[in-house]
Nanobody, 128 residues
Framework: QLQLVESGGGLVQPGGSLRLSCAAS????????IGWFRQAPGKEREGVSC????????YYTGPVKGRFAISRDNAKNTVYLQMNSLQPEDTGVYYC?????????????????????WGQGAQVTVSS
């Protein structure tokens, strides 16, 4: 089976940190560009970050630049999103997803509409 599973979400106070994990089974994440997306209630899904297939580039949406960092651990077949200085507007369900294998970069990462494998999501709530 081809699966992605997110973990590491939870409730955190403003200014706190969380690290999300995206673990793959049934395929090798190393062969895919991987994006992180989030969706807040009543809002469109938003691309948060993406790391390309060759690990030579990464992308971040403006509101998280300088606060979030995406990384891979190929030995664990896992992609991480370190989230620091969290703010209430970061609240939402966070998903990881794999781009089509033909993509050699993070094309379409701002929406993920063409991404083919998705996790079920992890809730992140930032509240005092």
């Amino acid at each position: 089976q081809l699966q992605l599973v997110e973990s590491g979400g939870g409730l955190v106070q403003p200014g706190g940190s969380l690290r999300l994990s995206c673990a793959a089974s049934g395929f090798t994440l190393e062969n895919y560009a991987i994006g992180w997306f989030r969706q807040a209630p009543g809002k469109e899904r938003e691309g948060v970050s993406c790391i390309n297939k060759n690990e030579d580039d990464a992308y971040y949406t403006g509101p998280v630049k300088g606060r979030f960092a995406i990384s891979r651990d190929n030995a664990k077949n896992t992609v991480y999103l370190q989230m620091n200085s969290l703010q209430p507007e970061d609240t939402g369900v966070y998903y990881c997803a794999a781009a089509p294998p033909s993509y050699y970069s993070c094309a379409g990462w701002r929406t993920g509409n063409d991404y083919i494998y998705w996790g079920q999501g992890a809730q992140v709530t930032v509240s005092s």
